[in-house]
């Protein structure tokens, strides 16, 4: 190695031992000094993400309270017509029930009243009589087996009069059981069907929270629950309007069948004494051809 590449290596060391210890001075904190923490970025704005806000709107729909009136304004609109229309069947049934029970109450009091009239008669004649313009069933069974008897007069079968007499009594029987059971039809219809409404309206009214709750992409009780509080109001309101309809219709079964004993007891009634005005005339009829 030549004096001068001697002298080059000398300096660059001399160089690297200089320079080095200032660098390090300048990148390391003095002691004692503490440098300051780095700020944490400040956060942009936080804005709403899609599907924050859409959950955010269906909790602005969500009632104030749950009431059963409030559930029905934010209900469907097709759950409200399920509603209404099982409302209706409600008045319907209550309807009926007052109307029912005011006729066979009257209807069996007449029919009682009636019966202990007639049970002082020995003829038809007195019967009818003694009944006046009274206007019940006992009167229609009198007129009609005086009317036979006058229409049979010009012949001696008893047994053909009062075979006819029942046929007519038979006619009056089926037309009061008729009566006696006007409206309970429509009793079973409604007891049968109104849950069956109202689980359909249930089911419309689950489907459209499932619905919503798959838009809102949330399942928050607040969000889900006012939908299906909606959807199963309709149910109780069909078991609102079947029970009661179920029962007045086994209540006025059992009121209607008493009501028909009643009414067959007067056709007995009434029986017995054309029996006895025919073995009169029978038995007058004899003596005269004795004579």
Same mark, same amino acid.
């Given at each position: 190695?030549?004096?001068?590449? =001697? ?44 599907? @924050? ?15 059963? +009136?409030? *559930? =029905? ?7 409200? &017509?399920? *509603?209404?229309?099982?409302?209706? &069947?409600?008045?319907?049934? +209550? ?27 020995? #003829? ?20 009609? &087996? ?19 007499? @029942? ?28 849950? =069956?409404? /109202?689980?359909? /309206?249930?089911? +419309?009214?689950?489907?459209?929270? =499932?619905?919503?709750?798959?838009? &809102? ?17 309709? #149910? ?18 059992? /009121? ?26 029978? /038995? ?8």
């Amino acid at each position: 190695m030549t004096k001068f590449q =001697f002298r080059a290596v000398l300096l660059i060391a001399l160089a690297f031992a200089v320079l080095a210890p200032a660098a390090h001075a300048q990148t390391a904190p003095a002691p004692g000094v503490t440098l300051p923490a780095a700020s944490a970025p400040t956060p942009a704005a936080q804005t709403p993400t899609a599907p @924050e806000a859409a959950r955010e709107l269906p909790a602005a729909r969500v009632p104030r309270d749950l009431s059963p +009136w409030s *559930m =029905f304004l934010s209900a469907d609109i097709l759950v409200k &017509a399920v *509603m209404v229309s099982l409302a209706f &069947a409600s008045l319907v049934t +209550w309807t009926i029930f007052l109307g029912k029970t005011l006729q066979l109450f009257l209807a069996r009091r007449r029919v009682n009243a009636a019966l202990a009239t007639i049970a002082k008669a020995r #003829t038809l004649a007195e019967a009818q009589l003694a009944l006046g313009k009274s206007r019940n069933v006992v009167a229609t069974l009198l007129a009609a &087996a005086i009317a036979e008897v006058r229409m049979s007069s010009d012949t001696l079968a008893e047994a053909g009069i009062k075979e006819r007499a @029942e046929s007519r009594f038979a006619e009056i029987i089926r037309a009061e059981q008729r009566v006696a059971r006007t409206g309970m039809g429509l009793l079973a219809t409604i007891g049968s069907t109104s849950p =069956f409404v /109202g689980l359909f /309206g249930t089911v +419309w009214g689950i489907m459209n929270s =499932f619905i919503g709750i798959s838009k &809102a992409q949330t399942t928050n009780l607040a969000v889900v629950a006012p939908g299906i509080a909606e959807a199963l109001l309709a #149910t109780a309101i069909g078991l609102v309007a079947a029970i009661p309809a179920v029962i007045f219709y086994n209540h006025f079964a059992r /009121g209607s069948r008493s009501y028909l004993e009643l009414v067959a007891r007067a056709s007995g009634a009434v029986s017995r004494l054309l029996s006895r005005d025919l073995d009169r005339a029978n /038995g007058s009829m004899l003596s005269r051809a004795a004579e």
